[in-house]
């Protein structure tokens, strides 16, 4: 599969679509880091919280960086592309190690809960289980498609023919060159004259 080659229209949208993306996918993530700013990572109710909201909060970021891709791709940008690769497997990553994080927090937070809410809490657990879940899968999703894209792009163009030279065009097979054969001249006949007698 190779990368679309830039037309008209998409360097058009190239400049105003990255630009507009990435705001939208910056917004979301500094909210969430305003929600839970000043960062206290020893704190279990602190964490059991951040991760809560980080829960919520990617799903709108995940979904823009797709849009990246698909414009990138659109475009043929290759280094965008990369960029997506990078980023949503870096985000895989964090989304894996919050699930972890949030489900041992969620045990502890659970003793502190009164028993009135305990099957709220746990539905309201179970629920963020799930999102972190869903959006680890997609960002893998989306970051082995980037980099398998980047991929089979390259094979695609090395596998092209290169182009032949301006004047090296050659009409048919060259024929092999013939060996000149060595001129034999046949003797002269000798003319004889027959005597009558």
Known sequence: MTLPAPNSLARHLR???YLFFGIA????LLDLLVSVYPARLGTVVWRFGAVGLLS???G?????LFFIFALALFVGDRKVIVTVGVVAALIALLLVA?????ALDALQMKRRVQAAAQQRFMMASM??????ILEAISAIVLSITAFRTLKKSKRAASSRPEPRAAGSLMMGRPSAPRPIAAA?????AEIT????E
């Open 15 to 17: 400049v105003p679509g």
């Open 25 to 28: 996918m910056i917004l979301p």
């Open 56 to 58: 919520s909060a990617i």
């Open 60 to 64: 709108a970021p995940l979904l823009v």
């Open 98 to 102: 919050g699930t972890g994080s949030f």
């Open 127 to 132: 629920q963020a289980m799930m999102k972190l």
């Open 184 to 188: 034999t001249e046949a003797p002269p």
């Open 193 to 196: 004259t027959s005597t009558e």
